[in-house]
């Protein structure tokens, strides 16, 4: 199988009736490019920047940044990359630049707050990712919104940072996409105002089912209740995929449940259009692509959107998925 899966780097990643679902690679440094690359991915659909910040005494600057990201996307060109600013806090401790102790720190001041909290920080960024774009074809990408008056202050800080390098004479690309994490009960709840203003969507499982379930996703002593297919979830993200359809924009997955091939027929039948993930994961995701129809998704999913607990759902998917592959 292994042998087989490296065959899979050449092919297009579709289903079997011809519909294509962008898989693209999650990368936390930049020395897994080479290994994305060697993956077939089709660009980098989460960078998570808050990488570049750990294990220093002082933040990254704006040159250093843009260097960064000037050279990510100049490697996987011409396939975009998805630029996700800094999520700090929570379960990310960047023992620096957090700034308290909290109780609650997954409710706390973490990504998109912190950095609507700290401007300066904030622009810093959002000038080396302007800069970058000038390279290849970059996405922004906030954490963390949790409605559209955080995304429309991001949409400011945005603005602020571009004028500042018009004034300047500095290039930066005339469209940059700007998109959001849908990983919060509220953002999902109002998926259909915020895909009025945001260019895309990328779901983040791993905290939507966290905040959606109200379990820590990184507690041992309920782990048990971390249930990717908790009905509740089912409709979260059929909420979340039907507005982003309605809207016309395109809505990827980031999180752990883009990558596991058990759910892809699931998150077809959503209409899902770009998955991303750990890149060792995208040819065994691509195998089962290749094997499937949209229509197959479909069916299953609504097979499987009446069952009252996540182990019925599980049980049913693990059956049909059993079956075919
Ligand atoms: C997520 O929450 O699903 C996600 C992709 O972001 P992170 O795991 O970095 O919080
Ligand atoms: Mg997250």
Redesign the pocket.
Known sequence: LEKELLSYRELASETRDGHHVALRG?VELPDEIPLVLAQGAEGIG?F?SEFLFLNRRIPPGEQEQFEVYKDILEKMAPNPVTIRTL?VGGD?FVPEINLADEANPAMGLRAIRFSLKERRLFHIQLRAILRASAFGPARIMF?MISGVAELRACRECLEKARAELAAEGVAFAAELPVGI?I?TPSAALVADMLAQEADFFSI?????IQYCLAVDRGNEHVAYLYEPMHPGILRALRMICQAARDKGIPVAM???MAGDPLYLLVLLGLGIDELSMNAPGIPRVKRVLRQVTREDGEQLLARLSSLPTAQDVSRLLEEEMGKRF
């Open positions: 999650n989460l998570r999520d990310k954490p994490m990983e983040g499982t791993n905290d939507l980031c999180g752990e």
